[in-house]
Structure formats: structure tokens, C-alpha cells
């Protein structure tokens, strides 16, 4: 796409469609080959170069990351789908850039080795700098220079941190770092929990953990729809890697370096937890309500990873998907709520005396019957497509989000307040009330802004719809609602997934087990 040039933008669009369509048919494949498997042998490894492990690069596929790259997919298509009605023409290199950050995303949640997911941070971080300023203007420039400006600094932590790794152990393969750390010597475990501190200061600032979140509201309400669509899984890429990292390298048997860090997980997760909800609250405008929302999902994720407990992974799992699903399908309903309240009113008939209706019309409404402030009746006043459609979403998203019944933001918020109940410490308790509490706000957040747009029309004529905008949005409906018709189906994937992740012994062994394909008889060394 990129060679042919500023034209064809029509074979553009279609080959990108046909990229990412297969794409998410290969991760869904990749998802259903873990799932068949015994926990054990619940990984799909592949040696892009055929060299022993852990010389060469290794890519792994075990729940967790097949799950992540069905979501890279599903998001992804859902936003293209989108961006076809109008925003692919506000530039000249969407669909490239598009593609790039997919193949970003993808890498980094596939990459078994720490300088490649360096590598795939930096290709996904590039393509969003395009994108967050496709369509250009004054905002857009302004909040792309701070996102940029954070996200470099972070990329440089990430380096200084991944060096001094790699100076403690010798190795920047995930796996054999977490095999070495054990006979690392007690000399050195200072500068070990250093670069991994550092390391994981890079890690959270992508996740938009507080206080280094501050970029993160004013860049997703100035990106454009598809891109802030996109854009809700990329702080979901920071919470992976630190969930990944954390429970490889200090499980609980790590010895003097168990658990490290796991409180400030908790307590981190929590005051940003605390920092979104409140911002959700204050936030008048539905584009900054929908990132603070972004921020307390990466909170609820930060907090429950340093529990370090299987049953609340679980159903964190669960609701990485779901709160996924919601903060894309928000992005996009934004701009479309945006519209339709910047509908002017259309030109008026005006009665001029020169014509009769009949009887029937002018007819005083029988006793009883329900009235608007015009005294006209309301029984039977059919309602736009368009405006039922946006009303229909936007309040099922709504509740997705507030954890409402019986949606899967509730399924998931139920299983983690269930695990919670079981550990009985103050922490926990913590998060359990505020995980209530963050629910209430965002219920009545988002319910203040349905009133904003659905019960003051003031006279408005429905907005116009395309159906290539509707499309994606309610693809992305019928993925939650199956999520939570097939909620036991999801949750025991989601567990085996948790399991797998304390079992960190799992991992090393498959992925440093992994063997070369011999070469065949009689080929060149």
C-alpha cells in the first residue's frame, strides 16, 4: 500500500479490509489451537529463524496472548470498518499506518524476547503518532506532541531498563531470564529489582497508570473515532507486558526476589482506579469521559495483577475483554452522539392559511393520553432508526462499562468481587468497595451524558447514518452479548489462562524446550 503512492485509495481500503479480516480469522485460529490443548501443552511456539532458544527470536502463543491478539483483531476490523464512511480520506497514509499498528500490536503480544518487544512497542508507538494527528488541526498537533513526548521518555526507560537486564542475566529472552534469576547473586539483586523497576515505570506509563496519565484523556479525545477506537487496546499492551514479566520472572517461589513490586501494583492500581472514576465524574464531554474510563479499566488490571492471586486474574481476564469492547465501541459512538447533536434544525412548513387539514388532525387528544410540552401526544410518535440505534448502544455500552446486570461488564466485576471476598486483607477490601463505587460513578456519568443527547433534542431532525458506521459498532455489541451467553465458556478459558500465568514453570519449560526443524539431508550449513 505504501508504493502505490497518494491514489488508489479504493484498492487500498480493500486490501487493508482483506488484511485485517484475516487477521483476526488467524487469531481467533491461534486462540482455538491453546484452548484444545492440556494445560501443559497449551502453547503454539515458532522459530522465525530456526535458531536454538534462546539465541534466536521465539514467538509464543498460550491463552493469554491469543486472547490479546483476538482482541488486536476485532478491535482493529471494527475501527477500519468505521473509518471507511469518511476518515480514510482525511490523509494520505491511514491504511498503511493502520496496518503498522496492527502488525505492532500483534509483535508485542506474540514476542517471547525483551528487545523485540522493544522493537514492536516502537513500530505500534510510531503508527499511533501518525495516526493521533490524521485529520490534522491545532488539538490534535497539541495533544500529539505531549503523547509523543511521554511515550519517548518512556521508550527510553524501557531501553536503560531492558540493558540492565540484559548486564544481570546475560539473556533477553523472557524465559531465560526467569530460568537465571534465581542464581543471580545477592550482589547484584539490587541492580536487578532496578531494571526491572525501571523497566516497569516504561510499562505503566503506556498503561496510563497515575500519576503518569496525564497525556492520556486530552490524546484520546483528540485522536480521531477509528483512532481512539484503536487506541483503546494500546494501553492494554502495557498491562499485558507487566502481567507477563511480573508473574514470569517473581512468582512466589522466586526466593528473595518473590513478589517484588506486588504492592505497588495494588496500591497503584488502586489510586488510578480512584483518579479515573472521579474523572469519568467531572468529564463533560463523552470523548474524556471515555478515556478516563480507559484509565480505570488499566487500573482495575494494575491493581488485581499484584494480588498475585489465580481466581482474581480470572476474572480480570474476562474483564480486559469486555472493557475492551466498551472503550472501542465508545470511541466510536462518540463522534456519531457528536453529530447528531450538531443537526440544525431543518426548514419549517409554515402554515399560510391557503389549504385544510382534515378533521382527524386538528381533533383535541382523548382524556388520559400522555402529552409532551407541546401538547401533542406521544403514544404512537415512531422514533428515527438512527436515534434508536445510537440510544440502543449507547446505554447497552453504558451499562458494559458501570458493570451493570446482565451484561459482561457485570459477569466480571461479579468475579472479581467474589474472588476479593476470599483474601481479607485490607487491600482487598479496598479495591472491592472501590470497584463498587467506580461503577456508581460511571453509571451516573454516563447517564448524565445520555440525558445531554437523547432527552434534550430541542426539536432536532435524526442524524444520518451510514451503515458502514453502524456496522462495526454493533459487531462489537454482539461480541459482548456472547461473551456473556457464553460467560462459562469464557470464564474457564480466562482461568486456565490465570493458572497458566502463576505457573510460570509452564512457560520456561515449553519455550526453552522448543527445538530448531532439522535441516534436511544434504543442505548447505
Known sequence: MLLLGEGRRGLKAVTNVLSTALGLVIAVALLLDVAGRDA??????????????????????????????VLT???????????????????????????????????????????????????????SYGLLLHGGGGERVRAGLHYITINLVASLLFLIGVAVLYGVTGTLNMADIAQKLPAVPASDRGLLHAGAAILAIAFLAKAGLWPLNFWLPPAYAAASAPAAAVFAILTKVGVYAVLRLWTLCFPADAGASAGFGGGVLVWGGIATLVFGAVGMLASQQLARLAGYSVIASSGTLVATIGFDEPALSGGALFYLASST?????????????????????????????????????????????NLDDDE???????????????????????????????????????????????????????????LILSGLFAAMSLMRVGM?????????????????????????????????LQAETALTYTRAAAEGLHAPDLYINAVMGAQPVPRATGSAP
Open 40 to 69: 501443559p501443552a497449551a502453547f503454539g511456539i515458532y522459530l522465525p529463524g530456526n535458531w536454538s532458544v534462546p539465541f534466536g527470536i521465539v514467538l509464543v502463543a498460550d491463552r493469554l496472548s491469543a486472547l490479546m491478539v
Open 73 to 127: 483483531g476485532g478491535v482493529g476490523l471494527a475501527s477500519l470498518l468505521y473509518a471507511l464512511a469518511r476518515w480514510q480520506h482525511a490523509g494520505v497514509y491511514f491504511h498503511v499506518l493502520f496496518q503498522l499498528q496492527l502488525m505492532g500490536l500483534y509483535g508485542a503480544f506474540l514476542t517471547a524476547d525483551l528487545f523485540n518487544l522493544f522493537v514492536f512497542f516502537e513500530v505500534l508507538l510510531a503508527a
Open 325 to 369: 469492547l466498551a472503550g472501542c465501541a465508545l470511541f466510536l459512538l462518540v463522534e456519531l452522539l457528536d453529530r447528531a447533536r450538531e443537526v440544525e434544525a431543518g426548514p419549517q412548513q409554515v402554515d399560510d392559511g391557503n389549504y385544510a387539514l382534515p378533521a382527524f388532525f386538528d381533533a383535541e387528544p382523548p382524556l388520559g393520553t
Open 376 to 434: 401533542e401526544a406521544l403514544i404512537g410518535r415512531a422514533i428515527p432508526a438512527a436515534l434508536a440505534f445510537l440510544g440502543l448502544t449507547f446505554t447497552v455500552w453504558a451499562m458494559v462499562t458501570a458493570g451493570l446486570p446482565p451484561l459482561s461488564g457485570f459477569v466480571a466485576k461479579l468475579t472479581m468481587l467474589t474472588a476479593l471476598l476470599d483474601l481479607r486483607t485490607p487491600a482487598a477490601w479496598t479495591l472491592f468497595v472501590l
Open 452 to 484: 445531554r443527547h437523547f432527552w434534550t433534542t430541542q426539536d432536532r431532525p435524526p442524524p444520518r447514518l451510514r451503515v458502514i458506521e453502524t456496522l462495526p459498532i454493533a459487531g462489537l455489541l454482539a461480541a459482548s452479548l456472547a461473551m456473556v
